[in-house]
């Protein structure tokens, strides 16, 4: 039942997320109008900070292990995805940088889970210089970032199910901007919106295989459980600090800048909301 449980979420995180970013530029959400990327990714970076902190952190602590060791985890989860990111900018400095100046930045994927979330802003500045076989690159990047979401989300139902439904529904949201790059992007490489659709799904389907892996390794390894919902709480920390927040540091209105924290406030909120009914349900 567990299993089942892991890909259903694992497959509504993954696919439902492509399907929310396509129906959201067809609405014409995420350009601009009154629903805007800046939303999209204050939303997203409120929903990352909350599942780190007040979800996967304080199931963590509930174990056994000191703090002391869970806190050096946590610190080594966020050089190490700051290391990772210095290597992929440093590899595709190198890469491209014959090309453009700012080079490829449509797929340059950050951590352990690929995590690209909210490139939105690179993605369609770079549209236009991308070449007609970026969009396998950023599918092939897809694949392997939402691989290792899927892992995570498995990670979570292991712990508790309802800590599972809960990191599948902040996947699924911050993976919405992110999709949203995708798509400008392959649908500027490539006439046919279908095809691009298809094969951002496809990727996205490939969170299942990855909840799947997560489901069989950890559950013979349930002593990693602890430690890897602290990695996890080190990548959501790193994507909404390091990747999601220094794009909504710009010069705005006064009224664009209280839409911006209301939106990121409203991710906290949602949250904090399901986890409180979560801890109230599970004990």
């Excluded at 993605?123 to 236009?128: D, I, L, T």
């Excluded at 950023?138 to 970032?145: K, L």
């Excluded at 290792?148 to 996947?171: E, N, T, Y």
């Excluded at 220094?246 to 006064?254: C, I, T, V």
Aim: proline share 1%.
């Amino acid at each position: 039942m567990l299993l089942l449980e892991i890909i259903g979420a694992t497959l509504a995180a993954g696919i439902g997320s492509v399907w929310i970013a396509a129906l959201l530029m067809r609405l014409g959400l995420g350009n601009g109008n009154r629903v805007g990327t800046q939303h999209l990714l204050s939303l997203a970076a409120g929903a990352l900070l909350a599942t780190a902190f007040m979800h996967l952190l304080p199931e963590a602590f509930e174990s056994q292990v000191e703090a002391h060791d869970l806190f050096a985890v946590l610190l080594v989860g966020l050089v190490f995805f700051f290391l990772l990111d210095k290597a992929e900018l440093w590899h595709h400095g190198h890469e491209h940088g014959h090309a453009h100046g700012h080079g490829d930045h449509g797929h340059h994927h950050h951590d352990a889970h690929g995590h690209d979330h909210g490139h939105v802003h690179q993605h369609e500045h770079s549209a236009g210089s991308q070449r007609k076989s970026g969009g396998w690159s950023i599918v092939t990047g897809d694949s392997v970032h939402c691989f290792g979401d899927g892992v995570l989300i498995a990670s979570a139902f292991l712990a508790d199910v309802r800590l599972g439904v809960v990191a599948a529904v902040s996947v699924l949201a911050h993976e919405v901007p992110h999709h949203i790059g995708d798509l400008v992007v392959m649908n500027s490489s490539s006439s046919n919106r279908r095809a691009a659709l298809m094969k951002v799904s496809l990727a996205g389907a490939v969170t299942a295989l990855g909840g799947l892996a997560g489901y069989f390794l950890l559950s013979h390894l349930h002593g990693a459980l602890t430690y890897l919902l602290v990695i996890a709480s080190s990548s959501f920390i790193y994507v909404a600090l390091a990747d999601l927040i220094p794009q909504l540091q710009k010069q705005l209105s006064a009224r664009e800048t209280v839409a911006q924290i209301a939106w990121l406030v409203a991710g906290i909120v949602i949250v904090t909301v399901v986890s409180g009914l979560a801890h109230g349900h599970s004990h």
